[in-house]
């Protein structure tokens, strides 16, 4: 199957830093998301994103979907963007819906 | 992802006890699936369903694990005779249709605690 594969797997950050956090998959996909798990355990959609560049507030998002990677930039971190960030995608040609996560990026932001 | 929801948020069982794990897509998605999170993992898919119909339900454990989506009301992921190794939290999604193009949107996860 499709390899996900996120870095860095943690990430301790001082607020008002900026991160990047990266997204690699191994195979064509049709649908890609970013999502952020919070302390709760909530599973929030961040970005739609098959490819180009997206931008929502201090999150922005690109996926260049010929070299197979995303990225998701937060600028400015607060603290209450700690949490995991999950990249997910759907191969090309495979079961619609199906997402494939990958291992997630543990983000912790001190104030 | 406001409008997928589950209950219960919180589910404990005892060892061979049934679990049963509720969904209601957003309005107008008649697209299911769930997803199970274990520990210190990312989700995985389990079972694909429209109404009626079980499209895809590779991804779910052979046995004891089953999954319907009716025509009224909501979708139900049911495990009988749970284990302690069932002990996750279990995700609902919902789209508007199955174009692979469209947004998948989470629900807030059910976590099942078997003692």
């Known amino acids: 199957g499709i390899q996900v594969e996120q870095s860095p797997p943690d990430l301790i950050l001082q607020e008002g830093a900026n991160s990047t956090l990266r997204c690699n998959f191994s195979?064509?996909?049709?649908?890609l998301q970013w999502f952020h798990q919070n302390p709760w355990g909530q599973l929030i959609n961040l970005f739609y994103?098959?490819?180009g560049t997206k931008q929502n507030g201090r999150l922005s998002a690109t996926t260049v979907a010929t070299e197979r990677y995303s990225l998701l930039y937060i600028s400015s971190s607060q603290t209450t963007d700690s949490g995991v960030y999950f990249c997910a995608v759907i191969v090309r040609g495979s079961t619609l819906g199906r997402l494939y996560f990958g291992r997630g990026t543990q983000l912790t932001v001190w104030p | 992802n406001a409008g997928v929801m589950q209950n219960p948020r919180h589910l404990v069982r005892r060892r061979g006890q049934e679990a049963r794990l509720r969904c209601s897509p957003m309005k107008g998605h008649s697209h299911v699936y769930w997803y199970r999170q274990l520990p210190e993992e990312g989700l995985k898919f389990m079972v694909y369903l429209q109404k009626e119909n079980i499209i895809d339900e590779s991804g779910m454990p052979k046995e004891r694990f089953s999954a319907e989506f009716p025509k009224e009301g909501p979708s139900i992921l049911r495990i009988q005779q749970v284990v302690r190794g069932d002990s996750a939290a279990y995700f609902c999604?919902?789209?508007?249709?199955?174009?692979?193009?469209?947004?998948?949107?989470f629900g807030e996860g059910s976590w099942l605690t078997v003692v």
């Open positions: 999604a919902s789209s508007l249709d199955g174009i692979s193009g469209n947004t998948i949107y």
């Open positions: 195979d064509s996909v049709n649908n």
């Open positions: 994103i098959p490819s």
